[in-house]
T-cell receptor
Framework: ETGVTQTPRHLVMGMTNKKSLKCEQH?????MYWYKQSAKKPLELMFV???????ENNSVPSRFSPECPNSSHLFLHLHTLQPEDSALYLC?????????????FGPGTRLTVT | AQKVTQAQTEISVVEKEDVTLDCVYE???????LFWYKQPPSGELVFLIR??????QNEISGRYSWNFQKSTSSFNFTITASQVVDSAVYFC?????????????FGAGTRLTVKP
């Protein structure tokens, strides 16, 4: 049990659809992350939220829109995606403060864009 | 810029064999952290270890052990007496202390298959 949950676990959407991925952490952390894992690329960090403020956006296309309403919840809103956006989207959380802390990951959402 | 290299794409062993997964990193920071994660077929990354750059002591946890060598910028992971349940993709990652965002850079991963 990792304490980080993601829904849905699988999602198939057309290029004109709008959908949202949800992440919830039960670990009392105050930083949350979105990663993209494609078949032939290393894990790519997409967004970082620390204390509910976005602190990093790694040149992610605007068709991905994150939202962090509080320190326990993180969303990734999707619209007009492309087939190359098909991937496993992983959410993670960690403590913040002096030093670097390990991140705890959810099970991911397997997204297929048709 | 920080970089992590896992040169072994895939490794296949027979149960009870020992196996070592290699990780080589690059960083200009003097303070940094290294991690290993396991990703079983279920998809979720499972945290295994965090080590900071000032602690070169090797660590053992059950059948797992880690060898941190700053002189060669390596942080290798050994599984002793491997089991079928060890089959997974293993990722090494690096985070520099100068990163304000706990930014972890992952290697490409090594897929380990343990056959019965």
């Amino acid at each position: 049990e990792t304490g980080v949950t993601q829904t849905p676990r699988h999602l198939v959407m057309g290029m004109t659809n709008k959908k949202s991925l949800k992440c919830e952490q039960h670990l009392g952390h105050n930083a949350m992350y979105w990663y993209k894992q494609s078949a032939k690329k290393p894990l790519e960090l997409m967004f970082v939220y620390s204390l509910e403020e976005r602190v990093e956006n790694n040149s992610v296309p605007s068709r991905f829109s994150p939202e962090c309403p509080n320190s326990s919840h993180l969303f990734l809103h999707l619209h007009t995606l492309q087939p190359e956006d098909s991937a496993l989207y992983l959410c993670a959380s960690s403590q913040t403060g002096t030093g670097i802390y390990e991140q705890y990951f959810g099970p991911g959402t397997r997204l297929t864009v048709t | 810029a920080q970089k992590v290299t896992q040169a072994q794409t895939e490794i296949s062993v027979v149960e009870k064999e020992d196996v070592t997964l290699d990780c080589v990193y690059e960083t200009r920071d003097t303070t940094y952290y290294l991690f290993w994660y396991k990703q079983p077929p279920s998809g979720e990354l499972v945290f295994l270890i965090r080590r900071n750059s000032f602690d070169e002591q090797n660590e053992i946890s059950g059948r797992y052990s880690w060898n941190f060598q700053k002189s060669t910028s390596s942080f290798n992971f050994t599984i002793t007496a491997s089991q079928v349940v060890d089959s997974a993709v293993y990722f090494c990652a690096l985070s520099e202390a100068s990163s304000n965002n706990n930014d972890m850079r992952f290697g490409a991963g090594t897929r380990l298959t343990v056959k019965p």
